[in-house]
């Protein structure tokens, strides 16, 4: 029977640059611990797209123009507990003044 997790997946796409940033986010503030192990977390690149808007101040792109950024989607688990934590020391170092930022919830079998 599968139950609800205590873990949830925590997941941001950042410019390639800035990984060790969000790893380093990740480490310290719970995100990616596993048993006896911390700091575990997977990545894979891929491309970002955005139009900035107006009202915007982009980190990288020019406003009404189409931008495209190579980027590392950094992954890891994190305790509920530690979740709002993770966020907040995420977006003090994501140059993106929006990160889209996902949490998704974990099934454990019982």
């Known amino acids: 029977m599968l139950v609800e997790s205590e873990y949830v997946k925590i997941q941001v796409a950042v410019p390639v640059a800035n990984e060790a940033a969000i ?62 934590r993770v966020i907040i020391a995420v977006k003090k170092v994501h140059p993106y003044e929006e990160p889209a930022i996902d949490i998704m919830p974990r099934f454990d079998l019982q």
């Open 23 to 84: 790893l380093d986010a990740f480490g310290k503030h719970g995100a990616g611990r596993q048993g006896t192990y911390s700091y575990c977390s997977g990545t894979y690149r891929a491309i970002g797209r955005f139009i900035p808007l107006d009202g915007s101040h982009p980190a990288i792109g020019t406003l009404g123009k189409l931008e495209q950024v190579e980027e590392s989607v950094v992954q890891a688990i994190c305790h509920r507990d530690n979740v709002e």
